[in-house]
Each structure stands twice: as C-alpha cells, then as structure tokens.
C-alpha cells in the first residue's frame, strides 16, 4: 500500500505562489507515474498535472500550463507542485495520487489507485 500525504496549500494572494508536497510512505513510489487533481466546491474532480515514473514527461491541464510546474524527487519519496500566478479559479482541494508501478502516465482520475487526503489552496481576488 501507498500512502500520500499532501502539504503546503494556505491563503495566498491572486497572482502569489504556493508549493505543495506530496510526501509517499509504505513503498517507494520511483517507479509510479503521479499526479494532481484538484476539486472546487461544487465541481467535479478535475486534473491538473502528471509526471510519468521516469520523470521524463509531464502532463498539464491547459488551465494551469505555463503556470504550475509537476516535479517529483525519488530520494525523498516526493512530489512537488509549484504554482506560480495563482489565480481565484484556482480554489480548490488539492489532491495527489498514484498509480500502479511502471504503468503509463494518464489525465484519468481513474487510473490513479492511491490518493491523499487533499490540500486546501485558496486565492483571494
């Protein structure tokens, strides 16, 4: 079992930054593509970065391209989320996850089996 534990969402500013983590426990997550999902009050669950295991290919909304980075570093065992422009839209629970071991990176909520708690990230206008 993985589990995912996401940090560093807060009050910030429109058109301030924030960095979230993504610390994983119980396996090595190397080797599993990750990514960020987010969901505003009222709206469904909606995707907002991957990385694939290898670390070679990111994956990005196009609401938040140019704006939010997806890195990870297998050394810690996490991922990072770096979000620059921040804007109201932006609101949300922020949530990480991970899928199976070596599989293909997806926008697909479904593919992902392992999820944190979520982060709440709040812009103010």
């Keep these: 079992q993985v589990q995912l534990v996401e940090s560093g969402g807060g009050l910030v500013q429109a058109g301030g930054s924030l960095r979230l983590s993504c610390a994983a426990s119980g396996r090595t997550v190397g080797s599993y593509p990750m990514g960020w999902f987010r969901q505003a009050p009222g709206k ?57 071991a070596y599989s293909s990176t997806s926008r697909y909520s479904g593919q992902y089996h392992y999820w944190g708690q979520g982060t709440q990230v709040t812009v103010s206008s």
Excluded: H
């Design 44 to 100: 469904e669950r909606e995707f907002v970065a991957a990385i694939s295991w290898g670390a070679g290919t990111t994956y990005y909304a196009d609401s938040v391209k140019g704006r939010f980075t997806i890195s990870r570093d297998n050394t810690k065992n996490t991922v990072y989320l770096q979000m620059n422009s921040l804007k109201p839209e932006d609101t949300a629970v922020y949530y990480c996850a991970a899928g199976e």
